[in-house]
């Protein structure tokens, strides 16, 4: 039996190529005393990844050439050598893109990549890569935590039919707020309408987006939850409410860019005493169980939906990924690595 | 007896020139019940004013064409039908540009900008528009409310000779943080150094900024704040450790610009979970007594230095504010309007 890998070949320059990645196939990994041995079951593909790719000082290591590429995995243990996990348990962990892998059961800290013991029961296992894992934490801290809003005040948030924005969303309508989506195609807007239940959508595809923006919030934007950067962030200043608040979760707009580009003017910070704030979910994990208590209610109760948007197989990983930064998925996008037992 | 006035004659595209404004003599106002007649002693230049003179929607009114330019005031009464004043008090005031002006005594809420009667024994009366005023609330708040530096830390102000700058620096040091000033000449950085006591003081006109800071805070930065925006937000971005804080108070670099130049790419802020906030003092007059208390008696200790860059007479105002707008001022910017009986 082997382990197939997607390693890094290349470190992109701009958009990632196919040729940027390898498949191989390696031997199967032995656990030693306290790992477990997991089959990859779900793969989760993030915006992130594209960052770790690039050969650049960052809040974490970039991925060595030749080595894998890192991502949050759901998978069945196959083998353990840790009293914690039984073969046939399922686990959130940190397996990066290969079929295979061995995770440290014994004394690893759970933080939102795992290793955490999932129960099928419970939820589907592959919400532990979405609404229920890294993405959906990242809503929720970003949202409750770092913006704060009020009921009735009006919260936007960029690339709303995502794996995140779709969760802010929800997040903000459960909290009291009105919900205005920016997304790209009109399909993603009906979703982000009609199945998540925003008060508005509007596509960042327009020539006059601060106009349109003005439209969707006649009371001013108090919260934009920024997962792109660029100029929806500059159409958004030009509408934002005094003492607003900016969480910065992401920058997509720019993964791919070889130069830095401008960002927005930031003269409506000053004159509105608008907060923007970075956040990194990893510095969040403390907030996992009240996160998990809220969310897997909300979710039971019906108040959260989400949706999949699943690729077959490991080797559509690399294509997955780049359609995933020019926002070609709507929902988490999932690579399914090997048959999921729970799903029948 | 007539009083002299400074108009806005015309809104400026760009840098303002004296022909912007207009001098006048007009007769002496009347108080009214509950009123005081001042005679302006100081007025107050400041960087904020350039922003009244435009024609758009800020977080206060423009000044109206063929009106008095607006300012802090300190002056003497001279008429008063408001039983809190008497004649001969000095007290700080909104007066504006002109030689005399009406103020509303009674029932005023006592802001950054009075009314406030002054004790001339206590301080130079002056610094009731410095130090001791809207300057020095406005240094305070942003350092030590907004960004809340703790000891050890590396704070880095900008326009650090000027009014702001040069209490942020020295309250840092208060604080026990280690202080690096950004300044354009030698000279400024020299009185930055040797009388206000920061540990670096470096000037923004260098190929490269970056590097400069770099060398000139070997620790990072975790504290800065803005009066200037620009290419100086740029650098330190580049310099800035995690979790950094970033009071926006100002953009001078570009209060004279025609069209809103772009802004600092914003990736360093999402990498580092720095967050940049804007303020504006006359959102933090609660502050003013807890500030007046800690800065005067600072300033008696000498703690806190503070320099005066005096231009005699009012009808030189036009051209003092044009200069104060391209940094050519070192310290407190003020104009001599009419004899100080406290100084002789």
Redesign the interface.
């Known amino acids: 039996m082997t382990n197939r890998r997607v390693l890094l070949r290349n470190r992109p320059v701009g958009e990632p190529k196919p040729s940027d990645f390898e498949i191989v196939d390696a031997p199967l990994p032995e656990p030693q005393e306290g790992d477990i041995l997991v089959r990859t079951i779900w793969l989760s593909l993030d915006p992130y990844m594209r960052g770790r790719m690039n050969d650049v000082k960052?809040?974490t290591a970039p991925v060595e050439l030749g080595q894998p590429m890192v991502g949050g995995t759901v998978g069945e243990v196959v083998k353990s050598r840790d009293a914690a996990f039984t073969p046939g348990d399922f686990v959130l962990s940190y397996g990066g893109w290969q079929a295979y892998h061995v995770a440290k059961a014994a004394g690893a800290r759970v933080g939102p990549f795992g290793p955490l013991k999932l129960d099928p029961q419970a939820a589907p296992i592959s919400t532990a890569l979405g609404i229920l894992g890294m993405p959906g934490l990242t809503a929720y801290v970003g949202l409750y935590d770092i913006a704060q809003p009020k009921p009735g005040e009006t919260v936007v948030v960029s690339a709303a039919a995502g794996a995140v924005g779709s969760v802010v969303g929800q997040l903000a309508k459960i909290r009291g707020c009105r919900v205005a989506g920016i997304a790209s195609t009109k399909d993603k807007c009906e979703y982000v309408l009609k199945e998540l239940g925003f008060d508005a959508c509007v596509s960042h595809r327009v020539p006059d987006l601060a106009a349109v923006l003005r439209d969707a919030c006649p009371k001013g934007i108090d919260v934009y939850f920024d997962n792109v950067?660029g100029d929806v962030?500059k159409a958004v200043l030009r509408n934002v409410n005094?003492f607003a608040r900016i969480p910065?979760?992401?920058?997509i707009s720019?993964y791919n860019a070889t130069e830095?580009?401008?960002?927005?003017?930031?003269?409506p910070?000053?004159?509105?005493?608008?907060?923007?704030?970075?956040?990194?979910v990893s510095?969040h994990a403390d907030r996992l169980p009240q996160f998990l208590a809220d969310c897997s209610r909300w979710l039971r109760e019906g108040k959260l939906k989400y949706r999949e948007d699943i690729v077959q197989g490991l080797e559509k990983a690399p294509e997955a990924l780049i359609g995933l930064l020019r926002g070609q998925n709507t929902g988490k996008m999932l690579v399914k690595v090997g048959e999921d037992p729970t799903r029948r």
Chains 1, 2 share one sequence.
């Open positions: 960052s809040y950067g962030l005094p910065l979760c992401g920058i720019q830095m580009p401008p960002g927005p003017n930031l003269a910070v000053l004159v509105n005493r608008v907060t923007i704030r970075g956040f990194l510095d």
